[in-house]
């Protein structure tokens, strides 16, 4: 058996929606009955964890999501000699209406490999400041398809395209290039719902809101690059949270740093 080992994260990132984002490797703790104020969206990396809920025994194996509704108790303990590791984020209660939660106490864990995908995808972008776009979109198509399991859709979700309404998120985003705009508020101002407006975008440029904004922004950082700007400088100058986060999506997109970028220019 291995030792007892605690190992926490937890932040509340600037996503609407997000209460908090919670990653934990425990060996032999286990929770007691507890209830939360929020929805408990869960996937599990290494080992497995067993829980109660309503009176009911559950599992989560590594592909598997756990969707807990809130106010409703539950436990928590390992179900494998070395512990579980486990990501964990909190939704506000507004992002899955109090009718799901019925179902989701009938049916708690999801086996669908693209909702895993997709919830794996959106703890990626929740941990990477200066990419709250890619975190709301993602976040929005994992509550679509959350809702589509909760109501029992047995047919998939055919997107309805809408070209008009990629065309205006579009040309809002150009005007955001550096300041950015979040899904919210795109979707306020352009008087849709974020999911539709992500998928009308996609459905018309064949990429996401955020790579497009991203890769807006870092057509921007080569040209001041190339005027001779430091990698330091031309961060803020784009819309990007820091160096770091220039840095990643620069070399994402070009293929090399910044810096290096910037020393071959003639």
């Known amino acids: 058996m291995a030792a007892d080992q605690r190992e926490v994260t937890a932040w509340r990132p600037r996503v609407p929606g997000v209460v908090e984002v919670f990653h934990a490797h425990f060996t032999e ?8 104020d929020a929805w408990t969206l869960l996937i ?18 590594h592909d598997t999501v756990s969707l807990l509704p809130p106010h409703v108790p539950h436990n928590g303990s390992p179900a494998t000699p070395d512990g579980f590791r486990k990501r964990v984020v909190y939704l506000d209660s507004s992002r899955l209406g109090d009718e799901f ?31 709250e776009l890619e975190a709301e979109s993602r976040l929005v198509l994992v509550g679509e398809r959350l809702r589509d399991h909760l109501r029992r859709r047995a047919e998939p979700v055919t997107p309805r395209r809408d070209p008009a309404l990629g065309r205006r998120l579009r040309e809002l985003l150009d005007t955001r290039v550096v300041d950015g705009v979040s899904l919210e508020e795109a979707a306020r101002l352009l008087h849709a719902h974020p999911a539709h407006l992500v998928r009308a975008f ?9 790579q497009y904004l991203m890769s807006r922004r870092v057509g921007r950082a080569r040209r001041l690059l190339l005027d001779g700007l430091a990698p ?6 784009t819309g990007f949270y820091d160096q770091a986060h220039l840095t990643r999506h620069f070399k994402k997109l070009v293929g090399v740093t910044p810096g290096r970028y910037r020393s071959s220019a003639r």
């Open 44 to 61: 599990v990396d290494d080992g497995a964890v067993r829980y109660d809920l309503d009176r009911h025994e559950h599992g989560t194996p």
């Open 101 to 131: 939660i019925g179902p989701a106490v009938d049916g708690p864990d999801l086996r669908d490999p693209v909702l895993r995908l997709r919830v794996g995808q959106l703890h990626s972008a929740l941990a990477r400041p200066g990419d």
């Open 232 to 237: 330091g400088e031309v961060a803020p100058a």
């Open 202 to 210: 996609s459905g018309a440029y064949g990429i996401a809101p955020h």
């Open 29 to 36: 703790y286990a929770y007691p009955m507890h209830v939360h």
